[in-house]
Each structure stands twice: as C-alpha cells, then as structure tokens.
C-alpha cells in the first residue's frame, strides 16, 4: 500500500558541510593545542627564567623536560601549562573558523585572518606574558608597564603574520625556479621557516619588554648590553618554540582540519545514502 502524501521525509543530515567544517575547525585546533602547548611552556618558562638571571637556559629546559616525563599529570594541570594551551587552542580554533567562515562565503581569508586572529593570538598572549613575566621575574609582582604591553603585542603580530598570512604567498614562489619544489613540500617549507626566521628579528624586542619590567631603571646602553648578553640564547629558544607552535604546529592543524573534514563529510554521505535507500523502501511498501 502507497503511503501516499504522508511519506516520512529523509532526515536532515547530522554534518553539513558547513558544520562539519567547523567541527573539524574546532576539534584540529584543540588536539594540535595539546600536542605543542607542553614543549612551548618548557620553552616559554626557560626563556623567561633566563631572561630573568634566575636560571640558564640549558638547565632550565632540561628541567622541565624532566619534569614533563617523571609527573606529566601533574605538568598537565600546571598553569603555566593551561595558559600556553589557551594561547594555542585559540589561535588555532579561531584562525581554523576565520578560513572555514570566508572559504563558505566566498571572501578571500587573508584580511580577515590577520586582523582576527592576530586579535586572538596577540591578546592571549599578552595575557599569558604578563603571568610568566610575574611568575619567574626576580622581583616582587608588579603592573607590566604599558611599553611592555606594546613590544609584546608588536612581537607576537611578526609571528601570527609569518605563520598564518604569508606561507601562501611564499609557497608558490617555492614552487618556481630555482627550487621547483613540489607543492605539498612548498608548503611545509614555508609553514616552517617563516615563523622561525622572523624569531631572529624579534627577540631583542621580546628581551627589551621583558627587561623594561625586571629593571626599569635601565639606561639605553644597559637594556642594549643585556640584549646582547641574552641574544643568542633567546633567539635560539624562541625558534626553538616556533617550531612546534607554529611550524610543525601549523602543518600538524592543517593536515588534521582536512583529515576530519573528509571523515565527516563521508559520514554525511553514508547517512544520507542510507536515509535515501530506507526512503525508497517505505514508498514502495
């Protein structure tokens, strides 16, 4: 017997593409958060003790490697931890979204992703910043003077624009001669050395920041001795932590952004093909 007018409609599908992008958005940024925050925050912490004089650098990561290794629920819930991770899950989530939310809309991502999310990163950071610059400064806790606030916010828009603006611009230049590397290499080799390359240019301006907290009484010629002293060893980290957070980092979030867009977007296809066929068997009942 024909059900006639009164046929059950398919079930609208649990993943849109829409929705399973920001999905994939949302999940990529906060597992590749998880993978990177650990070694930035040994990272972090042992460029702020160094900068400091309170610890040398080398001590001060093998340190928190080891403490890493030994207790790593307890590194876990530290919240020199959970502010690193905060920095990173929402500069991920909110870039992923940003790029999602223009590509859906058919706007070009690049201005929107500078201006978001250098807006989510430099904030977060700035906020992380001045709890590690109080946590491990050799002095008692004090306002971060508004300068600080400046170089840092200065410091980290160099590394959220070499990270998430210019890779695409760089890669196809890669691709062409001399180097004619493949494209998926072109990516990867822009994602890396961009944000790393930009840590030589900004470090002296991290050290000043840090510098004008710890000994405000410094002269011009005092703050360009110490960020001579600590160049070396400062830029060497902060690579060191571009790395994971933005280099491998970038690469890591945006291979599993496409990897769970793809299984989602099967699901929705096999949820809806079965829909279809239990459809067309209750029209011919």
Known sequence: MALGPTTPKPAERPYPSFAG?????????????????PLVTIIDTSLTLNASGKDGLLHALGTGIVSLLRKPGHFLSRPSFLAVYAVFSGTYVTNNVVDTVCTHNHVNPVQPKFFIGSAANVSLNLHKDMLFTKWFAPVAPKPLPRASYVLFALRDTMTITTAFVMPPFASPLLQQDPLRLSKPRAD???????????????????????????????TVRQRLELIGR????????????????????????????????????????????????????????
């Open 21 to 37: 992008s920001l999905t994939a958005d949302i999940v990529a940024g906060l597992g590749t958060s998880l993978v990177v925050s």
């Open 188 to 218: 990867f080799l822009a994602q890396l050395t961009l944000p790393c390359l930009v840590q030589l240019v900004s470090a002296p301006i991290h050290l000043t920041s840090l510098d004008l907290y710890n000994n405000p009484q410094h």
């Open 230 to 285: 600590n160049y070396l060893p400062c830029s060497f980290g902060r690579v060191l932590r571009t790395i994971p957070g933005f280099g491998v980092g970038g690469v890591l979030n945006r291979w599993a952004r496409l990897e769970l867009t793809v299984k989602l977007r099967e699901m929705s296809s096999s949820f809806g093909h079965i829909v279809e066929i239990q459809s067309d068997q209750l029209t011919t009942l």
